[in-house]
């Protein structure tokens, strides 16, 4: 089974930025990030469909956060900017073959692949 391999995680200080990437197969075409933070379920940040590039993101991180995919590299990202320690969280990709017509839903967790997490600490 395709496992997934996140980068880019790390500690940062509050105000800071980090950008996540990963690797994801290329009959996927359609990708997303969530994270887990102690204690806390599973929340979707945000997902993109790679046809169009059509995005959609939690409510409470759009304007933070930004997914990107780059078709050339078969590589999704996150751009996460003005981290806060309320983001320390272990930081999922996930990809999966569904097609366009499927809606971009962020509480979509039925993907086929997952990468097996980064961890992001923010501290104050």
């Known amino acids: 089974q395709v496992q997934l391999e996140e980068s880019g995680g790390g500690s940062v200080q509050a105000g800071g930025s980090l950008n996540l990437s990963c690797a994801v197969p290329?009959?996927?075409?359609?990708m997303g990030w969530f994270r887990q933070a102690p204690g806390k379920e599973r929340e979707g940040i945000a997902a993109?469909?790679?046809?169009?590039?059509?995005?959609c993101y939690a409510e409470s991180l759009k304007g933070r956060f930004a997914i990107s995919h780059d078709s050339a590299k078969n590589t999704l990202y996150l751009q996460m900017n003005s981290l806060s320690p309320e983001d320390t969280a272990m930081y999922y990709c996930?990809?999966?073959?569904?097609?366009?017509?499927?809606?971009?839903?962020?509480?979509?967790?039925?993907?086929?692949?997952w990468g097996q997490g980064t961890q992001v600490t923010v501290s104050s």
């Open positions: 290329d009959d996927s075409y359609y």
């Open positions: 993109i469909f790679t046809l169009d590039r059509g995005s």
């Open positions: 996930a990809a999966d073959p569904r097609p366009r017509w499927f809606p971009c839903d962020t509480g979509i967790t039925d993907f086929r692949y």
